[in-house]
């Protein structure tokens, strides 16, 4: 088992920035990939991003590229989401996301929720004016 724990969200001025943590405890092991997934409101929740444990490959959602970052502490076991040109559309719940993940695997799969094995609770964004 792994447990997720996020943290970080809050209120943020649109245009701003913002840091989302996701701790990982437990069975973990470098055999994983991590994901974030937001969900707004009467929306299906959307892939945001994310990164393999081992190598660090990188995948991002259409919505976010080239504002927010994903990037990982090994050592603290630690995944960040460095949010930043923040815009209204970005407010949701941002869920952490673990996947036993195999190298030879198509990065794309890591977009499909389904691919993950272990969730966090969420943590809230809202970007105001």
């Known amino acids: 088992q792994v447990q997720l724990v996020e943290s970080g969200g809050g209120l943020v001025q649109a245009g701003g920035s913002l840091r989302l943590s996701c701790a990982a405890s437990?069975?973990?092991?470098?055999?994983?990939?991590m994901g974030w997934f937001r969900q707004a409101p009467g929306k299906e929740r959307e892939f945001v991003a994310a990164?393999?444990?081992?190598?660090?490959?990188?995948v991002y959602g259409d919505s976010v590229k080239g504002r927010f970052t994903i990037s990982r502490d090994n050592a603290k076991n630690t995944v960040y989401l460095q949010m930043a040109q923040t815009k209204f559309g970005d407010t949701a719940v941002y869920y952490c996301?673990?996947?036993?993940?195999?190298?030879?695997?198509?990065?794309?799969?890591?977009?499909?929720?389904?691919?993950?094995?272990?969730w966090g609770q969420g943590t809230q964004v809202t970007v105001s004016s």
């Open positions: 996301a673990a996947d036993r993940w195999s190298p030879l695997s198509n990065i794309g799969l890591l977009k499909r929720a389904n691919e993950y094995d272990y």
């Open positions: 437990g069975r973990t092991s470098s055999n994983y990939a």
């Open positions: 990164i393999t444990w081992n190598a660090g490959v990188t």
